[in-house]
Each structure stands twice: as C-alpha cells, then as structure tokens.
C-alpha cells in the first residue's frame, strides 16, 4: 500500500523519525568533543592560575602551549586541599579538580565539606616560591572569581588575576582590568603575628595610604564589595593554613 505522504500520521511519523535521527547525531558528537572540552576547560584555568602570578602575554602563554608552560612553574604533586578551618585534608593533582565555582553555589553542601585548593609555583626568574589561591563570590549580576598570588613570605600579594561573567560593562566589568588588579599587589594579608587582614574594598580614592584598603571602581560599588567579601571569605582560611605551618 502506497504511503499518503498528506496524511497527518505521515507527518508526525517523519517527524519522529527526524527528531530520532538528530538527536542521535547530536548526542554522537558531543560525545566526540567532550575530550577537546575538556581539554579547552583545563587550559584556561591552568593560564587563569599563571595570570596570577605573571603577566601570559608577556610571557607567550596561550592555548596552544598552556599544557606544556603550566607544568614548568606549578607542581600539581604538591598541590594542597584545604577544609574551611584551612586544615590539610589531601595533597596532590585531585586539587586541579576541585570545582571551586560549582561548591560555592551548592546550598546542599555543608560548609565543613567543602574544598579549598592550594596551588604550589616556582617563579623561575627568582627560584622563589609562590602560593596561588582560587577565589569564587557574586558580584552585582552573576558569578566573579580570581586567584590571588603570594610570594614566598605566604603573606605578601604578588599579584591577582579576577574576572566575571555578567558584570556591567565599564563599571563592574572593570575588575579584569589592570588598573584594578594592579591595586592589590604588595598588600599583605596577615599580620606580624600570622593574623589575617581584612580588605576593604573603598571608593573615592580613600585608600590609597592604608594597605588593607583597596580603591574601588567607581559606579561599580556593588561588584567591588562583592570582590572584598569574596577576597576575605577565603584568604581568611588559606592565612590560617599559613600561620598553622609557619609555627610548627
């Protein structure tokens, strides 16, 4: 019997078959990219971690190198894993798999249960030692996260490396910029006795003479404290991690 190509249950059939057809297409080839996303995630957090403590570009870091640079200067053997009273819960390369992002907006998951990755560099031009720390809060209209370098002294900012996802163009947006990284470095997060520093996050230049305050961006005040209680939540628990070590 011929097929009546007009009738609805060939239309709805084709339809099926079609929907059937590409859906097994489409599940096929995220399949085949599922290794390059994966490899294209890990290379930019690896030069996200580097952005912290030197300047890529500079340097000639990018995608097609990342993989082979990244291991020069961080040793994922020593990589540390933190709990939130920065105690020492493992040690080695499951710390670059830790998904800071992803445990920060998980409201089933307690506070004690969460962790906190520690990445271990050797900055090749001064053979010294660097602490890099990933950071993860909310600005005004979605997630911001960084990582924030330490020199060998476990207390002084080397430098920053801070983005977002969503924030306002030209006013929150500006927390990737230099200007504003910039304003962290040499600041100390504890003090003489291992004590952490709170930051504050200032506006109108008011803080230019005081190193546990950061000028601001101005008309991006929301983003800036959302970078301050973000900055604080965490540097309070790696500074513990520190003074814990530095007294043994």
């Known amino acids: 019997m011929a097929l009546n190509k007009e009738s609805n249950g060939f239309t709805f059939g084709f ?108 900055d090749k031009k001064s053979n010294e030692t660097r602490y890099i720390i990933p950071v993860v809060g909310k600005g005004l209209w979605g997630p911001i996260w960084g990582y924030i370098c330490l020199e060998e002294d476990m207390r002084t900012i080397q430098g920053v490396s801070f983005d977002h996802k969503t924030e306002t163009p030209g006013l929150g947006a500006e927390i990737n910029k230099p200007f504003f990284m910039d304003r962290w470095k040499t600041s100390q997060i504890s003090n003489d006795a291992g004590d952490f520093q709170k930051y504050e996050v200032v506006k109108d230049n008011s803080g230019s003479t005081d190193p546990s305050k950061v000028d601001g961006i101005t008309g991006g005040t929301i983003t800036s404290k959302g970078v301050e209680e973000m900055v604080n939540r965490s540097l309070e628990i790696y500074s513990n991690y520190f003074k814990n070590i530095n007294s043994k």
């Open 15 to 122: 339809a099926i078959v079609l929907v059937v057809v590409l859906g097994v297409i489409l599940a096929s080839l995220a399949e085949g990219l599922k290794p390059l996303k994966e490899k294209n995630v890990r290379v930019k957090k690896q030069i996200d971690i580097l952005s912290a403590m030197m300047d890529v570009e500079k340097e000639g870091i990018d995608r097609s190198n990342a993989e082979t640079e990244f291991s020069k200067y961080v040793d994922l053997s020593q990589a540390v894993i933190l709990n939130n009273a920065g105690e020492e819960v493992a040690r080695g390369k499951e710390a670059f798999e830790v998904d800071i992002k992803k445990e920060y907006r998980d409201k089933n998951l307690e506070e004690k249960d969460k962790k906190f990755p520690l990445f271990i560099a050797k």
